[in-house]
């Protein structure tokens, strides 16, 4: 008798991508359509769209089942669209991905080889980064702090494009930009069979970056700080 297939979730935060989700949702349907060996659902959360973008994924989502649409009432962040996501589905693993088209849907292959090898998280480091040299010198210095604090050596702790086993992440008590820490509260939980692999970082060609460089600059300590000290309060424990 053949094992049950894992069911892998892609989640897909979006705010006003309409133009890119035109070329993403098709690229990652043929991808998903070579991997036999996994089940997945494809999860877009529209977070406060005012563009064409949730019309096209509805019109979309008719000629698949395996396409769901999720809705916040205004922009409200990933950190909320990713709650909104855990409050109404289950599965094993989930892939989060960004709308931009930064992140090559190719890599969802190796991603799934992780997974049929039951590694508890995997995350990707950005190469040939499109970012500015504030941004690749803050994340440098983010990830180095990070490997201080969770005496965990890994090359990257900020990945656009990364996949979590669903039982090291509560839903409960996930506020602010609580999402950029999935891999440290993953970590804090018992994950220990880890990786990260390396992928092309390609320039966005739609819209606008939704980076604000003097908030990153001013108030990504404070906010890490925040959530280290709530971390260890034991708030994320499952």
């Given at each position: 008798m053949n094992k049950p297939r894992k069911l892998i979730d892609i989640v897909i935060p979006f705010n006003n991508e309409y133009l890119n989700l035109q070329i993403l949702l098709p690229k990652v349907l043929k991808i998903i359509?070579?991997?036999?060996?996994?089940?997945?659902?494809?999860?877009?959360?529209?977070?406060?769209?005012?563009?064409?973008?949730?019309?096209?994924?509805?019109?979309?989502?008719?000629?698949?089942?395996?396409?769901?649409?999720?809705?916040?009432?205004?922009?409200?962040?990933?950190?909320?669209?990713?709650?909104?996501?855990?409050?109404?589905?289950?599965?094993q693993y989930f892939i989060r991905m960004d709308a931009d088209n930064q992140d090559d849907p190719i890599n969802l292959i190796k991603i799934s080889n992780y997974i049929l090898k039951d590694y508890d998280f995997v995350l990707t480091e950005r190469k040939l980064r499109k970012h500015s040299t504030y941004m690749i010198l803050l994340t440098f210095l983010y990830n180095k702090l990070i490997a201080l604090l969770v005496r965990k050596k890994l090359n990257n702790y900020s990945s656009s494009l990364a996949c979590f086993k669903r039982k090291y992440i509560p839903k409960r008590n996930l506020k602010y930009n609580d999402h950029r820490y999935f891999p440290i509260i993953s970590l804090d939980n018992g994950a220990?069979?880890?990786?990260?692999?390396?992928?092309?970082?390609?320039?966005?060609?739609?819209?606008?970056?939704?980076?604000?460089?003097?908030?990153k600059i001013f108030f990504a300590l404070p906010e890490f700080l925040f959530f280290y000290y709530r971390l260890k309060m034991g708030i994320f424990k499952r």
């Open positions: 359509k070579k991997i036999k060996y996994l089940r997945f659902r494809i999860i877009l959360i529209n977070d406060g769209s005012t563009d064409e973008g949730p019309k096209y994924v509805i019109r979309f989502k008719k000629k698949y089942k395996n396409i769901f649409i999720l809705n916040n009432d205004k922009n409200k962040g990933q950190t909320v669209s990713y709650k909104n996501y855990f409050n109404k589905f289950k599965s220990k069979k880890v990786t990260v692999f390396s992928v092309i970082h390609k320039k966005r060609i739609h819209g606008i970056t939704k980076y604000n460089m003097f908030k």
